[in-house]
């Protein structure tokens, strides 16, 4: 079973990016979530750099209670660094996640933070 939710995670992640890439003035804030953790990178696809990054395991990172909570925690706190870094629009990757759940609210936490998309 989990073969084929990765393999179709995949597949639905293939879809989303052949619409989606993240530019020099609109950046692609990318999510991963795995049992333990999220993480969000704010990548800028032309340079192929990583801009800015959060994760709920980094050493930086102090929020606790449930992983809802954490993944808005995440959320703002990779806002308030790419508005350090002087980034404020992106394109949201759901990374072929259905939004919801962890998903949902770390975008929501980011939208907090001052990021627009």
């Not at 870094?85 to 919801?100: C, E, M, P, T």
Request: charged share 30%; proline share 1%; hydrophobic share 35%.
């Amino acid at each position: 079973m989990a073969a084929n939710k990765t393999s179709r995670r995949e597949r639905i992640k293939k879809g989303i990016r052949k619409n989606l890439a993240g530019s020099v003035e609109r950046p692609r804030l990318s999510v991963f979530r795995s049992n333990k953790g999220i993480y969000a990178q704010i990548i800028d696809d032309t340079n192929g750099k990583t801009l800015v990054s959060a994760s709920s395991i980094s050493k930086d990172f102090a929020a606790s209670g449930t992983k809802i909570e954490q993944s808005k925690a995440v959320g703002k706190l990779v806002a308030e660094k790419a508005v350090a870094a002087g980034i404020s629009k992106v394109v949201f990757d759901r990374n072929g996640y259905l939004y919801h759940g962890r998903v949902k609210s770390l975008a929501e936490g980011a939208r907090e933070g001052g990021l627009d998309f």
